[in-house]
């Protein structure tokens, strides 16, 4: 789904200036493992059309695609019937700035193991928020750990 409802009042003023703010794309996704690549590829459509984004494509792409992942597996359990929401946003001089939001109970970011340290190695799991904190400019976890926000510059 897609709409242009108002996320203005949601942003933080410190990272993007409401009044200079234009929401581009909003997507909802049941949350089910098979409806995030279709929802990566919509956004990395709008994406790629953007000022400022060329040759950072491949590391939006992988954070959202990571992020979206996390959010319907962790968050909100891979429950068809709970909702994930995607926001796209840009600012000419900020970049592009991505929200993903899941309905779950959230967590806290600093108890997740690292991945580069002792047997986690070898895990063949746990990398994705390493690899968005990598690979993005700005990254937030919000509301007890169920909204992440990037930022690429």
Known sequence: MISSD?????LPEKDFDPDHLTLILRVTL?????????VVQQVMRVVREMNGVDGKEDAIELSLQEALANAVIHGAKEDPTQVVECLVSSDAERGILIVVRDPGNGFTPETIPGCTVGENVYSNHGRGIFLINQLMDKVEFRKNGTE?????R
Not at 6 to 10: H, K, M, T
Not at 148 to 152: A, G, L, P, S, T
């Open 148 to 152: 992440i926000r990037m930022v690429k």
């Open 30 to 38: 049941a949350a089910d493992r098979k409806a995030v690549d279709p």
């Open 6 to 10: 108002a996320f203005e009042q949601s």
